[in-house]
């Protein structure tokens, strides 16, 4: 009966002529259900459970390769080959010219000219400036002026010599003739005292001889002081004279001190050579007081170099005169210069407690590519060995490890030098007797160890070069392992 009646349902709306509806209400489907979350989760935990078995797989791999592979090399082997070896210092040091004058000035003034410039050649005596010449022109004038006065009173002496000379003469005739009044006074005196006795003239004519006699000896000894006062007066003129010859003196070398002030306000070139230095510009006051300025600098022959070098006291034991060295300057880094060491001075030379002393060292310098004031960088040659047995210092370092080397043998203990050679494969210990060395390469002198013997030096890394197998000695690649 229900399909009856939902038959009846169905076909009733065609009968009536209307559209039938597409989906009822009731007919709607619900949407689907989502899947279970276990469901969902599932390829997730395939791909981690997956991320962890190739994770512990590449850790055993690891371990693996690791237990099994080879022991990283632990040395290398170089040949040992015959060579030249040189025992080199090295020291710094500033190139200058060997004879270097500084003009300077003894006076002090104004530049009013300058005849030398820079980089300019000059000959010895050549004007190469002058200072304003008006105040020494001055002084120089005066201090003749004063030559001349002097000059003067040396004239006016002389003449009061002759003066007093001639006043000795009339003072001595002076004496000479109250001499001669004395005497007659004398004889006059002496004759009427015997007339007296006889009673031959009178007791008044005695006394009249008497006092003329005193009276002459009086004029004489006046006259005696007239002569003793002129000479004194002659001998005063001659020192005014010799006083006055004395002043001309002093304004004689004052005039020529002023001379010699007025000639250098002109200043010349003390020697031939070059301008290395010019310190003034015209109209600028040079003072020369305690210690006198510097004008110029002039290098005598800058095809004639010297380099200054300082030696650690350290190693100027070892430097000789007329050891050869080698120099190079920042100018010309390719260039290398010769040059011979000519002496070692005495004074030391002390920076922050830095004991250094100055080698001088003689170069040529023809095409003048040397200029002064260039630092050098020195190496000077001590001491050589000519083909002479060579192993590199790092030899000498090296000590076998008995994991990396179970088959080296180890030597007894002994102040000896070792190195290790190569022999049927495994290490033998060599002491040896060692000469010179550069520090980088040593002589050997003595012991068990031939040309072309393999010995073993301190691994590198791949591609480097080891340490101390420089040329002669080649090192061998790949090493023991």
């Known amino acids: 009966m229900n399909h009856l009646a939902e038959k009846s349902l169905l076909e009733e709306p065609k009968k009536e002529g209307l559209a039938a509806p597409q989906e009822p209400p009731f007919l709607e489907l619900p949407p689907p259900l989502e899947e279970p979350p276990a469901r969902r989760r599932g390829p997730v935990r395939y ?9 512990i797989g590449t850790a055993g791999f690891l371990i693996w390769r690791s237990l099994t592979r080879q022991p990283a090399p632990t040395y290398s082997l170089v040949t040992v080959n015959r060579g030249n070896i040189f025992k080199t210092i090295t020291a710094t040091g ?15 003034g104004t ?15 050549e004007v190469i400036a002058r200072l304003d010449p008006s105040q020494f022109q001055a002084q120089y004038n005066q201090a003749v002026a004063n030559l001349h006065s002097a000059q003067a009173r040396v004239e006016t002496a002389r003449s009061g010599i002759t003066n007093a000379d001639a006043a000795v003469q009339a003072a001595e005739a002076n004496v000479e003739r109250a001499e001669s009044v004395v005497n007659d006074a004398q004889v006059t005196f002496n004759r009427t005292n015997l007339l007296m006795e006889a009673q031959a003239v009178p007791r008044q004519q005695l006394d009249s001889a008497k006092a003329a006699l005193t009276q002459a000896v009086a004029q004489k000894a006046q006259a005696v002081a007239q002569a003793n006062q002129a000479k004194a007066q002659a001998l005063s003129a001659r020192a005014q004279l010799e006083q006055a010859q004395a002043d001309v003196k002093q304004a004689d070398a004052a005039a020529v001190a002023a001379k010699v002030n007025l000639d250098r306000s002109v200043i010349r070139a003390p020697i031939d050579g070059v301008v290395v230095s010019r310190n003034v510009d015209v109209g600028q006051t040079v003072a020369a007081s305690l210690q006198s300025p510097t004008l110029f600098l002039i290098a005598n022959d800058l095809t004639h170099m010297q380099v200054l070098a300082d030696v650690d006291e350290a190693d100027v034991g070892q430097l000789r005169s007329g050891d050869k060295a080698t120099f190079t300057v920042d100018a010309f880094p390719r260039d290398t210069f010769n040059g011979k060491i000519s002496s070692v001075r005495l004074a030391p030379q002390v920076v922050q407690n830095v004991t250094t002393y100055t080698a001088v060292i003689d170069v040529e310098n023809p095409d003048l590519k040397l200029k002064p004031g260039m630092t050098a960088n020195i190496t000077a040659t001590v001491d050589s060995r000519q083909n002479v047995l060579l192993i590199p210092n790092t030899a000498l370092r090296f000590r076998p490890q008995e ?6 043998e180890t030597p007894r203990t002994s102040r ?8 049927a494969g495994t290490l033998q210990p060599v002491r040896l007797r060692l000469g010179l060395t550069d520090g980088v390469s040593t002589e050997v002198v003595s012991g068990d160890l031939q040309q072309g013997d393999r010995i073993a030096v301190p691994m590198i890394a791949l591609g480097q ?7 002669p000695l080649n090192p061998m690649r790949g090493g023991r392992r």
């Not at 791909?47 to 994770?55: C, D």
């Not at 994991?403 to 080296?408: E, L, Q, W």
């Not at 000896?416 to 022999?423: L, S, Y």
């Open 465 to 471: 070069t080891p340490q101390g197998a420089a040329n």
């Open 403 to 408: 994991a990396a080397a179970p088959a080296v």
């Open 416 to 423: 000896a030098p070792v190195v290790w050679k190569e022999t």
């Open 111 to 125: 530049v009013s000219e300058l005849h030398a410039d820079f980089n300019d050649r000059v000959r010895a005596g």
């Open 94 to 108: 500033k190139v200058q010219a060997v004879v270097t004058v500084q003009v300077g000035t003894q006076v002090s």
């Open 47 to 55: 791909w981690i459970a997956a991320a962890i078995l190739a994770a």
